[in-house]
T-cell receptor, first 112, second 112 residues
Framework: DAKTTQPPSMDCAEGRAANLPCNHS???????VYWYRQIHSQGPQYIIHGLKNNETNEMASLIITEDRKSSTLILPHATLRDTAVYYC?????????????FGKGTLLTVNP | DGGITQSPKYLFRKEGQNVTLSCEQN?????MYWYRQDPGQGLRLIYYSQIVNDFQKGDIAEGYSVSREKKESFPLTVTSAQKNPTAFYLCASSQGFKQPQHFGDGTRLSIL
């Protein structure tokens, strides 16, 4: 699976949009971009995933560049409860791919 | 509510003891997984199961054992052969290998 690069930490004001970047310059054509987050002492929470089109759900939006070498997770109106470590993962969608490889992620701190 | 339940939340083990961590899901998912997370580290796959009565070793299976007798249950036993068992253990499930994995809230195991 392709390696991802994320900033170690970011800050965001409550109520503002949080834009979390991820570089995955070695991504191949059949690899999906997944985002998870982990609040301290809890299990990771699935947020969203996509291949090449932008995706949106009730939690967030995922913007993938046309060359697919980077993506941005957008939390449109960040709240204090969104403070967590956010992980960007690139993963092949095939039957034998069974594990998620989490890097160090980005610690997002939402400030009042 | 559908979800994944791990119990207990905290577990203490004496040297030489085996302990079993519970994982139950009511999402009707076929696949289940066990990961281990150490402080400041990503997740490492211990065991996974695609269907009932079948499971496979992950990257760090030594010192662990599992069973999958029922679709909704995937208990993990940490045996005395596991030399460094202190960690945060996470159970996950997915509809299939190609679908997003959803996690429980983990069990924190410590050695007395």
């Amino acid at each position: 699976d392709a390696k991802t690069t994320q900033p170690p930490s970011m800050d965001c004001a409550e109520g503002r949009a949080a834009n979390l970047p991820c570089n995955h310059s070695t991504i191949s054509g059949n690899e999906y971009v997944y985002w998870y987050r982990q609040i301290h002492s809890q299990g990771p929470q699935y947020i969203i995933h996509g291949l090449k089109n932008n995706e949106t759900n009730e939690m967030a939006s995922l913007i993938i560049t046309e060359d697919r070498k980077s993506s941005t997770l957008i939390l449109p109106h960040a709240t204090l409860r969104d403070t967590a470590v956010y992980y960007c993962i690139v993963r092949v969608e095939r039957g034998s791919n069974y594990k998620l490889t989490f890097g160090k992620g980005t610690l997002l701190t939402v400030n009042p | 509510d559908g979800g994944i339940t791990q119990s207990p939340k905290y577990l203490f083990r004496k040297e030489g003891q085996n302990v079993t961590l519970s994982c139950e899901q009511n999402l009707n998912h076929d696949a289940m997984y066990w990961y281990r997370q150490d402080p400041g580290q990503g997740l490492r796959l211990i065991y996974y199961s695609q269907i009932v009565n079948d499971f496979q070793k992950g990257d760090i299976a030594e010192g662990y054992s599992v069973s999958r007798e029922k679709k909704e249950s995937f208990p993990l036993t940490v045996t005395s052969a596991q030399k460094n068992p202190t960690a945060f253990y996470l159970c996950a499930s997915s509809q299939g290998f190609k679908q997003p994995q959803h996690f429980g809230d983990g069990t924190r195991l410590s050695i007395l």
